[in-house]
């Protein structure tokens, strides 16, 4: 077999690209992925468990508002139930609270690397 693939170019931003194993170089996500996390304002990549672990921290679930509290119940799974409101996740590097997953939202320019490959 030859192996002739050069690039592949997703939108997809589930991370299912990388379920079929193909090397990471060979992908470029054209729209980011659900899968890191990073701050907008200093670009730091954060553990992507540790911020799934701020989530469920610090964000209200619009879901179950009743799993909601600021006490110290626990949830079925035993986490602490969520916050009725919600509290910033900042970044560790800058301190500003602009870390979300690393996607491109509506308006916002496609990542550096679809330009340069």
Do not use: W
């Amino acid at each position: 077999t030859k192996k002739k693939l050069t690039r592949v170019y997703t939108q997809n931003i589930d991370g299912l690209t990388s379920a079929v194993h193909l090397p990471t170089n060979k992908i470029v996500p054209v729209h980011g992925t659900i899968d890191e996390a990073s701050c907008e304002t200093c670009g730091k990549s954060m553990d992507f468990n540790a911020f799934c672990d701020q989530v469920e921290m610090k964000i209200k679930d619009i879901y179950n508002p009743q799993t909601n509290s600021n006490n110290n119940e626990k949830n079925y799974d035993g986490r602490s139930s969520r916050k009725k409101e919600s509290e910033p996740i900042r970044c560790e590097s800058c301190g500003n609270a602009t870390v979300k997953p690393r996607t491109v939202l509506f308006g916002s320019s496609l990542p550096s690397e679809f330009f340069e490959r």
